[in-house]
Nanobody, 124 residues
């Protein structure tokens, strides 16, 4: 099962981007789906995850600016990123699993399915 990301790119400070993630090969509804990001030389950090039941969690640095949503029928999820800042510049990875939790785990080690990543660059 693979996850496919789209929507990365370059914007100026204050701009918006929408990231999308899909899994065309999966015939089972995903449990938790969402995003982690990685800065050069550092580990991955939580951006946002959303449970099968629609409950989201967010990393502290993106609360109030990013919003995650999902379509269970299409097995897709989107991350709307608003008011982007240069410190949001990173590689963004879609992650998921088939565990039906009410609230997703915030640790990247809990997820075994990953996309290849999409770059987001915010210039000042």
């Amino acid at each position: 099962v693979t996850l496919k990301e789209s929507g990365g790119g370059s914007v100026q400070t204050g701009g918006s981007l929408t990231l999308s993630c899909s899994s065309p090969e999966s015939d089972q509804t995903w449990g938790c789906m969402g995003w982690f990001r990685q800065f050069p030389g550092k580990g991955r950090e939580l951006v946002a995850m959303i449970s099968r039941y629609g409950t989201p969690i967010y990393g502290d640095s993106v609360k109030g600016r990013f919003a995650i949503s999902r379509d269970n029928d299409k097995n897709t999820q989107q991350l709307q990123m608003n008011n982007l800042k240069p410190e949001d510049t990173a590689m963004y990875f879609c992650a998921g699993d088939y565990t039906y939790l009410k609230v997703c785990y915030p640790e990247d080690s809990e997820y075994i399915y990953w996309g290849q990543g999409t770059q987001v660059t915010v210039s000042s």
